[in-house]
């Protein structure tokens, strides 16, 4: 097992750092057993980590930290049952790979394919589509390593009052070694891209969203522009997507770049350069499997924040931010994201019991954001906004209590699973209150 001591951590957005005293890879399932049990002993705190792209403080540490990449791999696809069983340090892009080969694919995605299965779980990873829930939704069964170093396999069936509790855990019931998930057979999708008034927007938001498979919209600040994208069955033949992955790193990742660049260095120039790239956004259609339209690549780093709120509150929610951000001239050039969720009965996801809206609110690396967000997220709290767990936000314990009715039985599965606070950091115990 590879094991690196005292060096320096970042994660991708590098809105935090760390010097874990150890920094350990493990290969196998018995492996992370052995970590688990040798820092009980010996009184460590561990946090696990997959790609680091958590904007919190989430695997802060200067105790142990855990690395899953190396524990990585599809271990076996059922298609007659339709399940894949995966490694819990695989990464998002490597199951599309793995599974698009044999003709299968997860159904849903996010934007960002590159966390790994574990973290998307973890922390209620989401894609867009109002008939389909967020990642953990797809999970049938998983393997976690507990506090005592055992192996605990949890579903509907097995260990079934630990279930909705360790779909969206943050990492503090234990190590997810293993996840298998529900799949369906590869689907060809029509993406289309596009621009359109916000007006058009407004007036037809419930038709979009009701009658597009997926579908989400930018609202770029200062501009009566707004980019939708939708994706569709189709019957046509996939197409080759080299030209449309080129563009799409060309103009979303180094030509941004550059614009974010300018508007770092003269911040002033930011009004203008969101309405430029509204301006600049095209039309695109283009046919291909799924899970190569899902994700596209993030090059260009940023802080974010994110809200779920009640879909029925969307509209009423995007008119307030559009009239704040113009009231309030902040300088700022990154979209607005939009997405739709559908509800589920995952004690800590965002989207519980609710039909939910997604806005997620962006600003450049090394471009002052605290006010700009502090105002949004007293917009997304007027609308029951709850955090997206993996995204900046300054909730506490008392704020989540009213917004996540099973918190309280979270909190009590963790005591049980974790008693001796093994899985937990300072942000953790911060975010749940000491005792947690």
Request: charged share 25%.
């Amino acid at each position: 097992m590879k094991t690196v001591q005292g060096r320096r951590w970042k994660n991708w957005a590098h809105t935090f750092d760390s010097v874990p005293e150890k920094l350990l890879y493990p290969s196998s399932i018995d492996e992370v057993c052995e970590i688990v049990i040798e820092a009980a002993k010996l009184g460590k705190k561990i946090r696990v980590v997959g790609a680091g792209h958590s904007f919190t403080s989430l695997v802060k540490t200067d105790n142990w930290l855990v690395s899953l990449d190396q524990l990585s791999g599809v271990e076996k696809v059922d298609e007659q049952a339709g399940t894949a069983t995966v490694l819990g340090g695989t990464r998002l892009f490597k199951i599309g790979e793995a599974l698009g080969n044999i003709g299968y694919a997860q159904e849903n995605l996010g934007d960002i394919n590159v966390q790994s299965i574990a973290g998307a779980i973890s922390t209620g990873t989401h894609g867009t589509g109002l008939k389909f829930g967020n990642i953990s939704t797809q999970v049938l069964e998983l393997s976690l390593v507990t506090a005592a170093g055992e192996v605990l396999v949890i579903s509907e069936k097995s260990n079934p009052d630990y279930f909705k509790a360790c779909l969206v855990s943050l990492g503090s019931l234990g190590i997810i070694v293993k996840v298998t998930l529900k799949i369906t057979k590869s689907p060809v999708y029509e993406y289309n891209s596009q621009k359109i008034d916000y007006s058009r927007l407004e007036a037809q938001l419930e038709q979009y969203i009701e009658q597009n498979r997926h579908f989400e919209f930018y609202l770029f600040p200062y501009s009566n522009i707004v980019q939708i994208k939708t994706m569709n069955n189709t019957a046509k033949k996939p197409q080759s997507l080299s030209l449309h992955n080129f563009t799409n790193l060309l103009l979303e990742n180094y030509l941004f770049f550059i614009l974010s660049e300018i508007c770092r260095l003269f911040p002033r120039s930011s009004r203008f350069i969101s309405r430029l790239s509204a301006k600049g956004v095209g039309t695109t259609e283009i046919a291909a499997h799924s899970y190569q339209l899902f994700a596209t690549p993030r090059l260009v780093r940023f802080r974010e924040i994110e809200y779920s709120i009640p879909l029925h509150h969307m509209k009423a929610a995007i008119q307030e931010i559009r009239q704040c951000i113009e009231l309030e001239k902040y300088r700022v050039h990154f979209p607005i994201e939009c997405r739709t969720v559908k509800a589920d009965d995952i004690w800590l996801s965002p989207s519980y019991e609710r039909d939910s809206a997604y806005i997620a609110f962006h600003m450049y690396k090394g471009m002052p954001y605290e006010n700009y967000f502090r105002d949004m997220e007293r917009i997304m709290r007027k609308y029951e906004g709850r955090p997206h767990w993996g995204k900046m936000h300054k909730l506490t314990k008392e704020q989540l209590l009213p917004l996540y009715p099973k918190l309280p039985d979270f909190l009590a599965v963790r005591e049980e699973l974790d008693p001796h606070e093994l899985f937990l950091n300072e942000y953790m115990k911060e975010l749940f209150g000491e005792g947690c």
